[in-house]
């Protein structure tokens, strides 16, 4: 599975990604031992020969966690694939962890949902955002970056009404939770016009401060738009805005955005 688009015939048309818990990458730190295991039993007995059971799944194989990690990444860098999805750091900035457990994405990984979430995306063109590029004078325009962060939630969540779902457990999960996933394009493209050297320190703490920026705004307009239309069912009495500030990645929020929720 690790190794299955080193072929460039094969699975040319998915996206795939492994999950990475907390324990394996202890166990990558520590030079331990990994058990390979899954809770179905193998299809093909000739080939991988008598499972036993442990822990109620059954058991494939041993292996050195720090090879498979290796593996993992010399794929990845090579490849592109598989994708690297730290699920347990995932689940524990999960806005919604008190109502739900994630344990995939979408198909190409933007975005980790529970099951029969949604798959809503879109995407700020960040050199859209700068001002006399390719100058000395070239710099983001921060105004124009919120004004269109606000156009950008409002335009998403709207996009989930007019929405048709090929089952009615999507449409609820989506009505219920209006879970959308805003995020950026054309980052190299900004840092080129700017002359910033990409994974230099000044381009770092630029980026950050371009996500806080818009990550604040969407938190903002989102509370704008609860006023207007009313909250979530998912955050629509205080006994749930009281778990959903104190969950995921709300713990790390401004003071007056967790107060305004």
Not at 61 to 87: C, H, Q
Request: hydrophobic share 40%; proline share 6%; aromatic share 8%.
């Amino acid at each position: 599975f690790i190794t299955a688009k080193r072929d460039s015939k094969r699975l040319r048309m998915f996206n795939l990604s492994v999950l990475v818990t907390d324990a394996f990458m202890h166990a990558v730190e520590s030079d331990s031992e990994w058990v390979l295991m899954h809770e179905h039993a193998p299809k093909v007995p000739v080939v991988w020969g008598d499972t036993t059971k442990l822990n109620g799944k059954h058991f494939y194989k041993i292996v050195k966690a720090r090879d498979l990690w290796n593996l993992i990444m010399e794929s990845t860098y090579n490849y592109a694939e598989p994708g690297v999805l730290f699920i347990d750091q995932i689940n524990d900035m999960n806005n919604l962890s008190y109502m739900e457990s994630i344990s995939a994405t979408n198909p190409c990984g933007e975005q980790p949902l529970p099951p029969y979430g949604a798959c809503l995306l879109g995407s700020i063109n960040l050199p859209k955002m700068v001002i006399n590029p390719f100058s000395p004078e070239a710099q983001i325009d921060m105004k124009l970056l919120e004004d269109t962060t606000r156009v950008a939630v409002r335009m998403l969540d709207s996009v989930i009404d007019i929405s048709n779902f090929p089952l009615p457990q999507q449409l609820e999960e989506a009505k219920t939770k209006r879970r959308m996933g805003l995020g950026v394009t054309g980052l190299a493209d900004m840092l080129i016009m700017l002359k910033l050297r990409y994974g230099s320190t000044e381009a770092a703490l630029l980026a950050e401060k371009v996500m806080k920026t818009i990550t604040t705004t969407a938190y903002q307009e989102s509370i704008e738009l609860a006023k207007e239309f009313g909250p979530c069912p998912a955050t629509d009495t205080l006994e749930k805005r009281q778990s959903f500030i104190e969950s995921g990645f709300m713990r790390n929020m401004p003071t007056e955005i967790r107060e305004n929720v």
